[in-house]
């Protein structure tokens, strides 16, 4: 098991930054690769960005690329994303995901963030 919990949620007007954390704790997070995803209200839950074990390849989705960075920092047991450049449409409840690196879903999530990001 993993248990996964976010923070680093918050308000902050268009243009401006945040980085939301991600704390794992049970198995081996080294070894497993992390998502971000998100949910705005009325619509389904999107991929944002995901970093593989190592974090020596990441991916985003294009309405992020540019503006968001994810990392992981293994020693810390932690991933970030780094949200820069913030938009109104980036408004949304920000989740954490792992699974193993052979996994095709993602099997544990934390409770999710909330980022409202204001005109």
């Known amino acids: 098991q993993v248990q996964l919990v976010e923070s680093g949620g918050g308000l902050v007007q268009a243009g401006g930054s945040l980085r939301l954390s991600c704390a794992a704790s049970?198995?081996?997070?080294?070894?497993?690769?992390m998502g971000w995803f998100r949910q705005a209200p009325g619509k389904e839950r999107e991929f944002v960005a995901t970093m593989n074990w190592s974090g020596g390849s990441a991916y985003y989705s294009d309405s992020v690329k540019g503006r968001f960075t994810i990392s992981r920092d293994n020693a810390k047991n932690t991933v970030y994303l780094q949200m820069n450049s913030l938009k109104p449409e980036d408004t949304a409840v920000y989740y954490c995901?792992?699974?193993?690196?052979?996994?095709?879903?993602?099997?544990?999530w934390g409770q999710g963030t909330q980022v409202t990001v204001s005109s």
């Open positions: 995901a792992a699974r193993d690196e052979y996994d095709r879903s993602y099997p544990y």
């Open positions: 049970g198995r081996v997070f080294s070894t497993y690769r």
